[in-house]
Nanobody, 127 residues
Framework: QVQLLESGGGLVQAGGSLRLSCAAS????????MGWFRQAPGKEREFVAA????????AYADSVKGRFTISRDNAKNTVYLQMNSRKPEDTGVYVC????????????????????WGQGTQVTVSS
């Protein structure tokens, strides 16, 4: 039983930074891997980043490696996506998701592996 709520979206100039947050309800959050996906205008949803239940392992799409950082604070039931060196192609709706298999040792990177989804937050990067 997980509900997710994203926040932190908005406008940012190219090269700027923005941090997204995803707050989760339920006491089982600390056992779930979490991920971020995005959907740009006219394109399909794509994987961005993910993190294991305890934060020991992370994964990133090639397009964001070195620029984005995913992290989590289980005490606050929150996962974050720090986005630096933003590019116009980073524009889109960003959605967080929860993987419900408790204490899974690897990082899910496919949409169909996730069980709970937020409604998304819009991020726009101007050039």
């Amino acid at each position: 039983q997980v509900q997710l709520l994203e926040s932190g979206g908005g406008l940012v100039q190219a090269g700027g930074s923005l941090r997204l947050s995803c707050a989760a309800s339920g006491r089982t959050f600390t056992a779930y891997a979490m991920g971020w996906f995005r959907q740009a205008p006219g394109k399909e949803r794509e994987f961005v980043a993910a993190i294991t239940w305890n934060g020991d392992t992370t994964a990133y799409a090639d397009s964001v490696k070195g620029r984005f950082t995913i992290s989590r604070d289980n005490a606050k039931n929150t996962v974050y996506l720090q986005m630096n060196s933003r590019k116009p192609e980073d524009t889109g709706v960003y959605v967080c998701a929860a993987f419900s298999r408790s204490r899974w040792s690897t990082v899910p990177t496919r949409e169909y592996e996730y069980d709970y989804w937020g409604q998304g937050t819009q991020v726009t990067v101007s050039s």
